[in-house]
């Protein structure tokens, strides 16, 4: 009940496509759905993140869709960019425990 | 959001030995962790760094193994005692930062660990 399924594993993406990383979760006590972009030989950095009271968070090029029913969300990036390229983690957590991470996507964009 | 230096970037160490990691935040912060990530793989959680007190460790992680000290609020440090080659992997410092529901996770540049 503590997981994050993260899906897929890789992705490859023409330059300017969209890339979309999907994330479900089971504990319905979540309530803070962060993504962390990780560049090779960097720590992890938070891009973009939600919370459930709200379905959709835009920030530039990047939004979160939330499904609360369903229990999914996901990461979008319009037009993606080479600069793109990097290893996203989807997380979930809520107040009172420790915050859990996807396996991670590994996304490649073609120029 | 809070700026999080970690030394040594990185280091080359011998199997048996012993490695020092220090976490310094440019900030003072409530919660402090310390995560393991292995070439390709997820973050797992070591522990959770509690200011002047025992760190609280999670499942398959002992305190003989990965020896945490917090001395104040902006430092911590991890070290990975008696080394072997499965100790090589990535060591990061992550801080909690701000309150309710503002609350962000940050992770700092890391330490990249090979032990021979």
């Known amino acids: 009940q503590q997981q994050v399924k993260q899906s897929p594993q890789s992705l490859i993406v023409q330059k300017g496509g969209i890339s979309i990383i999907n994330c479900a979760y089971e504990?319905?006590?979540?309530?803070?759905f962060p993504w962390y972009q990780q560049f090779p030989g960097k720590g992890p950095a938070l891009l973009i993140a939600i919370r459930p009271d709200v379905s959709e968070k835009k920030e530039g090029r990047f939004t979160i869709s939330f499904n609360k029913s369903a229990k999914q969300f996901s990461l979008h990036i319009m037009d993606s960019q080479p600069g793109d390229s990097a290893t996203y983690f989807c997380a979930a957590s809520n107040r009172d425990d420790k915050i859990i991470f996807g396996k991670g996507t590994r996304l490649h964009i073609l120029p | 959001s809070a700026v999080i230096s970690q030394k040594p970037s990185r280091d080359i160490c011998q199997r048996g030995t012993s490695l020092t990691i220090q976490c310094q935040v440019d900030s003072q912060v409530t919660m402090m962790f310390w995560y393991r990530q292995q070439p390709g793989q997820s973050l797992t959680l070591i522990a959770t760094?509690?200011?002047?007190?025992?760190?609280?460790?999670e499942s398959g992680f002992v305190i003989d193994k990965f020896p945490i000290s917090r001395p104040n609020l902006t430092f911590s440090t991890l070290t990975v005692s008696n080394m072997s080659p499965e100790d090589s992997s990535i060591y990061l410092c992550s801080v909690l930062e701000g309150a309710w529901i503002l609350e962000t996770q940050y992770f700092g540049p890391g330490t990249r660990l090979l032990v021979l």
């Open positions: 760094a509690n200011q002047g007190s025992e760190a609280t460790y």
């Open positions: 504990n319905t006590a979540f309530d803070y």
